[in-house]
């Protein structure tokens, strides 16, 4: 630990007390970590405030001494956002503490709820209202809200209600000086000028830690229906999509998989059941909400299948048969990743495109690394394609990681961008894309980022090494 970081947490002490303080690297050592165990970094300590009075007064002895922090909610990351750097110079802020729901209101259709407050907890205190919260992913069970503003997550309902750009109704979050912006008010018009909640929201941590934040429901569904279906290529996919969005706006999830992420999870998972009989080259999961949903999605599989643009479906026949479906979507990365070393990408692309894409991508990566594996699976509706590439069988993980996984990304990256697309679609920059943004932005977006950057955190206290590469701040005298 540097003399800064041991002056900044006695200073800590008398205010948090020291049961907010840890440093045992036995309790350390888990948070050091992320979620894929692509990155290893070293924290000294981790600093675990109460409320956001202890957040501010942590962010301004963090400022005072010139240490670095790196706030971490639930650590489930896919690019090395919460992760500190190798190097100690960092500590970890904790926000787990920050776990209350303060209000749920049903008539306003608002709920606020600390950084801390894990995904699946917020579901359920909508539905104790008759409300729900249109966000869910797979890593619902320890995602939380700070991290799921910071990265303006998306998951399988973006289709119908947007990312948490559109969720997100006001945010309160300290800043880099120890000052706290109470954003929370739910204003349907506020000309103040800059839109701090808007440039907050996938800000990754690096312009303010957010320790709150206002998000919108919406009411439950009066009927729900669920359906998987196989398919013979994504083109065919997207014709029945927009059969779909022109007989109803309710479609709320249109996901695609292929084969083998279908067979990766049965693997995976000992009580999952194939849902289909045969041998499907492509595989759909389709959601409609409303009234009319059960006949909507009856009437537009039958056409589907009847001009061949499907070749089975079934409709779940229970709520616990959709959530069945829903599971074995929500296990594909955990499933994949136990197959072997990859080069994972969340990136996007034009809609339209995005079945000419998948195939071609995929044909364009096997055929320039012998041996290796591309297929991808995603939400056709927004364009977001989870791309993987597998390593050959037998490849050694720490020489991939290290030689062939740089190489590969800028092929995959240079593929999305000649498609008009982003690299980063809902996961963030993080750690891992950071010198991918560099070489690939527009000299205007990196003049931009660097500057807002710049203005709101000129120390670089603020999650250093993510999204935007600023120089290390200079050690207090």
């Given at each position: 630990?540097?003399?800064?970081?041991?002056?900044?947490?006695?200073?800590?002490?008398?205010r948090l007390g020291r049961q907010a303080i840890v440093t045992d690297r036995d309790l350390i050592a888990p948070w050091e970590i992320d979620w894929r165990r692509r990155f290893h970094g070293h924290a000294p300590a981790i600093v675990a405030p109460a409320d956001t009075a202890e957040v501010a007064a942590v962010v301004a002895a963090a400022a005072a001494h010139r240490?670095?922090?790196?706030?971490?909610?639930?650590?489930?990351?896919?690019?090395?956002?919460?992760?500190?750097?190798?190097?100690?110079?960092?500590?970890?802020?904790?926000?787990?503490?920050?776990?209350?729901?303060?209000?749920?209101?049903?008539?306003?259709?608002?709920?606020?709820?600390?950084?801390?407050?894990?995904?699946?907890?917020?579901?359920?205190?909508?539905?104790?209202?008759?409300?729900?919260?249109p966000l869910t992913l797979g890593a619902k069970g320890n995602a939380t809200v700070g991290g799921l503003v910071s990265t303006n997550a998306g998951g399988t309902q973006v289709l119908r209600f947007g990312s948490m750009r559109g969720l997100v109704a006001g945010v309160e979050a300290v800043l880099a000086d120890g000052s706290i912006h109470d954003g929370l008010a739910a204003l349907k018009k506020d000309n103040r000028g800059y839109d701090l909640t808007q440039l907050l929201i996938g800000g990754e941590g690096t312009?303010?830690?957010?320790?709150?934040?206002?998000?919108?429901?919406?009411?439950?569904?009066?009927?729900?229906?669920?359906?998987?279906?196989?398919?013979?290529?994504?083109?065919?996919?997207?014709?029945?999509?927009?059969?779909?969005?022109?007989?109803?706006d309710a479609v709320e999830s249109f996901e695609i998989l292929p084969r083998e992420s279908l067979a990766a999870v049965l693997a995976h998972l000992p009580t999952a059941r194939a849902p289909l009989a045969g041998d499907h080259p492509w595989h759909l999961l389709i959601e409609l909400t409303g009234a009319d949903a059960p006949a909507v999605l009856e009437r537009e599989l039958a056409?589907?299948?009847?001009?061949?643009?499907?070749?089975?479906?079934?409709?779940?026949?229970?709520?616990?048969?959709?959530?069945?479906?829903?599971?074995?979507?929500?296990?594909?990365?955990?499933?994949?990743?136990?197959?072997?070393?990859?080069?994972?990408?969340?990136?996007?692309?034009?809609?339209?495109?995005m079945p000419r894409f998948m195939i071609?991508?995929?044909?364009?990566?096997?055929?320039?690394?012998?041996?290796?594996?591309?297929?991808?699976?995603?939400?056709?509706g927004d364009g977001n394609i989870h791309f993987h590439v597998r390593a050959a069988p037998g490849t050694d993980p720490a020489r991939w990681y290290a030689?062939?996984?740089?190489?590969?990304?800028?092929?995959?990256?240079?593929?999305?961008?000649?498609?008009?697309?982003?690299?980063?679609?809902?996961?963030?920059?993080?750690?891992?894309?950071?010198?991918?943004?560099?070489?690939?932005?527009s000299?205007?977006?990196?003049?931009?980022?660097?500057?807002?950057?710049?203005?709101?955190?000129?120390?670089?206290?603020?999650?250093?090494?993510?999204?935007?590469?600023?120089?290390?701040?200079?050690?207090?005298?």
């Open positions: 630990m540097t003399p800064a970081q041991t002056a900044m947490l006695e200073a800590l002490a008398p240490v670095p922090l790196v706030p971490q909610g639930g650590n489930s990351s896919m690019v090395g956002g919460a992760t500190p750097p190798a190097d100690g110079s960092a500590l970890i802020l904790s926000l787990r503490r920050l776990n209350t729901i303060r209000t749920v209101d049903a008539e306003a259709g608002l709920a606020v709820a600390e950084a801390g407050v894990i995904l699946a907890d917020l579901h359920d205190a909508a539905l104790a209202v008759d409300r729900r919260f312009l303010g830690i957010v320790t709150a934040a206002a998000l919108r429901l919406v009411p439950l569904p009066a009927v729900r229906a669920t359906a998987w279906a196989a398919t013979h290529d994504p083109e065919a996919a997207l014709k029945l999509l927009r059969r779909f969005q022109h007989a109803s056409a589907g299948l009847d001009d061949g643009l499907i070749a089975d479906a079934t409709i779940a026949a229970s709520e616990a048969q959709a959530q069945a479906f829903w599971r074995m979507r929500e296990s594909i990365s955990d499933a994949e990743r136990a197959l072997g070393p990859a080069s994972q990408h969340d990136i996007s692309v034009p809609v339209a495109i071609e991508a995929a044909a364009a990566c096997e055929a320039r690394f012998p041996g290796t594996h591309a297929s991808g699976f995603g939400h056709l030689e062939d996984v740089p190489v590969v990304t800028r092929f995959v990256d240079d593929l999305v961008v000649a498609a008009g697309g982003s690299i980063a679609a809902e996961h963030g920059i993080g750690q891992m894309k950071v010198a991918e943004l560099a070489r690939l932005s000299p205007a977006r990196l003049t931009a980022l660097r500057a807002v950057k710049a203005a709101m955190d000129p120390l670089g206290i603020l999650n250093p090494g993510k999204l935007v590469a600023l120089a290390p701040p200079a050690a207090a005298q």
